[in-house]
Each structure stands twice: as structure tokens, then as C-alpha cells.
């Protein structure tokens, strides 16, 4: 068989029965790289012969029956976002190139921990602040489904290694919909988790109160094992749950019948291309067909979510990317009088112009005469979203929706007006100001053959019961991509 071809727990299965070793897995991921990669450009960090060796441990612990879980052996990518002990970490700016940090992220362990091999760092938006992953200091990602569009972002590396088969699984982080927009541009599986169920102890911080680790991968079986493989209470974050499961994958097999899913009247407005219409209209049948109740409801306060989200995220990204000053680590400028001068010339020539825009809204809404009018608000809004959901919740399991107003736009066409990219996040942002779990699975293509993806939202640690609809929505749908190789320019 085709290796390739296999999901990350088929994979891990075939390894466990020597079938196939962890070696043979590596070489045929290297192998894929090598002949898309410069294309798609999904890696910002690769060492092929330290992944083949890294291969070889593993294959010699799987075969003393050290390392037996699911996922043992299966090539994963991980965001650049996320520390890697003395692998290059740069959140795909120019201020951190060269960083190699000397310890893991609590994540990155537990992928060790699961015997997952590391292929490499993708790239993404710089230090997560974008929706197309063309604001990395290193080059843009292309979308495998079409190479003229954008992957998504701020996970987009992720999301495109995951689709153009660079890899079985990989890692992303969510702060306004990070993981779930570039999986529903690029046709594979993303999840956000509830806040709190994944560490976030050395994820570099975007927007402390929002980020959260997640999976991407192909499908929802994948995404539940992943998550079980990174999910932990960890002493070193503060935020981090003591949840009374963590087997998400317990659930998936189970009967959705008679289960409540919300439509909400407030996501199907204008903005909404018709064809994305289509495809969730067609998501909310499968569900049915499946026995779930689906009904349409008033969520409320939807235009609202926009402007509370990145008040909160750029005061938060103002004040934890204030760090970044050339003097203990990353870049420094080389012309410079005087500390003070050191620090402007660098952060000038080290941040690129969408980390700049946000650290200077943020600075703006923190500042004396502002804090009350903006910031302040912004969290009595958050306050408000959170009741919403919370009253939706009181008569639905969960709420399905678009997770972008349309497919993956052209490269080059987001940036040219940074308000529209803004408003392309108007479906996940949400989801991460509430603290709740949402997952994005594809659900049909539009005419251009690009995915679309449905969003489902779940009530805040009912992840198990998510993933439980949402592997019933995907057998029902049983989805196949126009084209399984990666696609050429058009």
C-alpha cells in the first residue's frame, strides 16, 4: 500500500503489527516534502537526517514494546509557535530568527511522551496575527488545493503539510479561529479545544486569555486520538483544567439520535458566499440523517464579537510581545546609540507591519483615557458572548455553522485590506472569547474545487461529545476531495 495514503491511526496500527516500520513512514513523508515543498513551502525548519535517526529510536522502542500507543511511530509537523528543545522556534518573524529554545512546550512532550516523530516547524502568520499565512518574515504558504490561494492562517503550514500529505498529523494554535479557518480552507480536520484542556506552557503568546493548542489533522478519529495524546493538567500553566476525561476519543462510535443542533439565523446573512451556504445547509441534512434535531435560532451579539476580539487580543499581544527587545535573545539591530535607541531599531526592523499594527491598537486601547472606553468594554462584551452561548447551550448539544464567509480567497488579495481580513474571522472569533471547543471538518467543494468547511461549537468541556457529532457528520457526509494530489497553478 501506499503509505501515504494511510490516516495517522491506520499508520500506527500497521507500525504496532510490523507492517510497516517508523522508518519506511519518515522516508515516504521526506520523500513527499521533496517533491511538493517547494511549492507549498509548508516548512520553515526540516533536518532529515536528524528525523530518520529520531526514526530509527522509536522503531527499535516499538519493537521491545516500549512504545505501544495508538499513535507510536506516526510523523507529526508542529506550528513555529510552539518550543522545540534546540530546534529553531521563530513564530515566523525575523525578531526570533536563530532561537532555539532549551525546553519543550508541555505539548511537545506529550507528543514525545505519545512516541509521535517530529518532521519539522511549519510556517505561519507572523507571531500568529493573520488569516493567511502571508505575514511570515519567511514567504507565504500556498493552499494544496489550489496554489494560488492562501492555506489559511495563522496555522496555514500546518494545515497545507496535513493536506498535501507532508506529514499524518500536526499541531496548530487557535486565538480567533488559527486552526479551524486553514483546515476548512485546505479540506482537512482542525480543533480548538475548550480553554484550559491543552497546556500552554511554551506557546509563545498571542493573546493569553484565547490561545489554545489543537490538532489538525485528516480525519475526526485522528483528531480525537491527537487530542487525547496532548491533552494534560500541567502545574507550570495556570489556565490549565482538571477535566474528568481525557479519552476523547471514548464517545466517537456513539448514536447522535435525538441530539439538539443549533443553526444560528445570525451566521447566514449577507456575507455569506452562497455556495458556503450550500455546503452547510447540506451538513445540517447529514446530521439530520443521522437522527439529530436541527433547528435555527437567534444567537445574538454576532457583529459584536469582531470589534471585542481584537481590542482584547491586541491589548493582550501589546503587552506580551513587549519581551522582544534584542537583549537577551532573537534579533538586535546593528546600528544603535543608547538602550533605548536599541530597542526602537529593533523591534522596527525585526516586527513586520501586521505585529506592528496590532501592538500599536493594543498599546492605544491599554492607555491612560482609553483603558475604560475601549478595553474595559470589550470584556463587559466578552461577558455578554459568553451568556449568549451559554443560553444557546441550555437547549442545543452543539452549534453548526460556516467557519469562513468564503472559500480560500487569491493570494495577495487579504492583505491589500487588513479590515476585510479582520472580518473574515467573524464565525471562530467567538468560539476563543467564550472558551468553548469548536472543530472544522470539510464538508463539500465549491465550484472551483476549493473545500468548503463546517464549524460545529460545543458547550466548554464537552470536547468528547463534539467529536461525537462531529465523526457522525463526517461518515454521513463521506467527503472525498475533487482531487487527492496537490494542485498545480491554475
Given amino acids: ?30 520523500s513527499q516534502i521533496e517533491q511538493v515543498d517547494e511549492t507549498i513551502h509548508s516548512y520553515l525548519y526540516l533536518d532529515k537526517d536528524q528525523a530518520m535517526e529520531q526514526a530509527k529510536e522509536a522503531q527499535a522502542q516499538i519493537e521491545k514494546g516500549e512504545l505501544t500507543g495508538p499513535l507510536a511511530g506516526v510523523p507529526i509537523a508542529i506550528k513555529d509557535n510552539i ?100 483546515a476548512g480552507y485546505c479540506g482537512v480536520v482542525g480543533m480548538k479545544p475548550t480553554y484550559g484542556t491543552v497546556s500552554r506552557y511554551g506557546l509563545i503568546a498571542y493573546g493569553s486569555s484565547l490561545d489554545q493548542i489543537g490538532p489538525i489533522t485528516r480525519n475526526v478519529k ?45 451566521y447566514f446573512t449577507e456575507g455569506l458566499d452562497s455556495q458556503v451556504k450550500e455546503g452547510i445547509l447540506k451538513a445540517a441534512k447529514a446530521l439530520e440523517a443521522r437522527g439529530a434535531i436541527v433547528e435555527e435560532f437567534d444567537l445574538s451579539l454576532v457583529e459584536y464579537a469582531i470589534p471585542a476580539y481584537y481590542t482584547i487580543a491586541a491589548a493582550e499581544a501589546s503587552s506580551n510581545l513587549e519581551r522582544f527587545d534584542g537583549v537577551k535573545y532573537g534579533y538586535r539591530a546593528a546600528d544603535y546609540e543608547g538602550l533605548h535607541q536599541m530597542y526602537k531599531k529593533t523591534r522596527s526592523e525585526g516586527f ?29 462584551v466578552k461577558a455578554l458572548i459568553v451568556k449568549a452561548f451559554q443560553k444557546a447551550f441550555e437547549t442545543y448539544d452543539c452549534i453548526l455553522g460556516p467557519v469562513a464567509p468564503t472559500v480560500a480567497p487569491k493570494l495577495g488579495e487579504s492583505l491589500q485590506d487588513p479590515l476585510k481580513m479582520y472580518l473574515g474571522d467573524i464565525y471562530t472569533i467567538a468560539v476563543n472569547l467564550a472558551g468553548l471547543p469548536g472543530i472544522c471538518l470539510p464538508c463539500s467543494d465549491a465550484d472551483n474545487g476549493l473545500p468548503i468547511g463546517a464549524q460545529l461549537i460545543g458547550k466548554a468541556f464537552e470536547d468528547q461529545k463534539l467529536l461525537q457529532i462531529a465523526y457522525a457528520l463526517e461518515q454521513e457526509l463521506q467527503y472525498t476531495p475533487s482531487s487527492h494530489e496537490v494542485a498545480e497553478n491554475e
Avoid at 485522528?222 to 476525561?245: C, F, G
Fill in 352 to 380: 513586520g507591519e501586521e505585529v506592528k499594527r496590532r501592538i500599536m491598537l493594543g498599546s492605544f486601547v491599554l492607555s491612560s483615557g482609553y483603558y475604560d472606553a475601549y478595553y474595559l468594554k470589550a470584556l463587559r
Fill in 83 to 182: 518550543c522545540t528543545k534546540d530546534i529553531p522556534t521563530t513564530c515566523a518573524s525575523k525578531i526570533l530568527q536563530g532561537f532555539r529554545p532549551t525546553f519543550d512546550a508541555t505539548a511537545m512532550e506529550q507528543v514525545k511522551k505519545a512516541g509521535m516523530l517530529l518532521v519539522g516547524k511549519t510556517n505561519m502568520d507572523e507571531f500568529a496575527m493573520g488569516s493567511t499565512t502571508e505575514t511570515s518574515a519567511f514567504g507565504v504558504t500556498r493552499n494544496p488545493r489550489g496554489t494560488d490561494h492562501v492555506p489559511g492562517g495563522s496555522s496555514g503550514g500546518s494545515a497545507a503539510a496535513v493536506a498535501a500529505k507532508e506529514c499524518f498529523l500536526a499541531l496548530g494554535s487557535d486565538t480567533g479561529g488559527s486552526i479551524r479557518q486553514p
Fill in 222 to 266: 485522528d483528531a480525537a486520538a491527537l487530542l487525547t495524546a496532548i491533552s494534560s493538567k500541567d502545574w507550570k500553566d495556570s489556565t490549565s483544567a482538571d477535566i474528568p476525561s481525557r479519552e476523547f476519543s471514548a464517545l466517537l462510535e456513539k448514536d447522535i439520535r435525538g441530539m439538539r443542533v443549533g443553526l444560528p439565523r445570525d
Fill in 1 to 30: 500500500m501506499d503509505i501515504l495514503q494511510a490516516s495517522a491511526l491506520e499508520l500506527g496500527e500497521k507500525i504496532q503489527q510490523k507492517e510497516i516500520t517508523a522508518v519506511e513512514a519518515m522516508e515516504a513523508v521526506f
